[in-house]
């Protein structure tokens, strides 16, 4: 059975030791879907919003989300980011935007959690921006699709 990482022999947690790692490519895909009513969705299309081009903000706050990331997860690594790209994909017949991380690093550790939170701002901001017309939107689906490079190798979502 693997054993959490996070914590020592005593059962404190602690920061992973990674001086002894090798230093490889290392990418990391998330996801997340945001739901709303049709009307919010095309305020978003029109970019209509009073407060700014919707996507283009949110997009921007996901980038900064991942770099920003170990100072939001008490035992993540600050790493260098070396690429983020994020996707956002508006559904108008099931009223959602799918948005899709991928980040990127040369280094000691992984960059799964730099993805997942850039998801999750980037769909928060999008909440933030429609919230005044529409409370109800869902945030879900939060996931990490694949991963590369490291120790323990390649991982996809079956």
Sequence with gaps: MTKLTHFNREGAAHMVNIADKAVTHRKATASGIISMKPETLRLIVEKASKKGDVLAIARTAGIIASKKTSDLVPLCHPIALTHINIELNVNENENIIT??????????????????????????????????????????????????????GSWVRS
């Design 99 to 152: 948005c899709e991380c991928t980040a990127e690093t040369e280094g000691k550790t992984g960059v799964e959690m730099e993805a997942l939170t850039s998801v999750q701002i980037t769909l928060l901001t999008i909440y933030d921006m429609c919230k005044a017309v529409d409370r109800e939107m869902i945030i879900s689906e939060i996931k990490l699709l694949k991963k590369i490079g490291g120790k323990s």
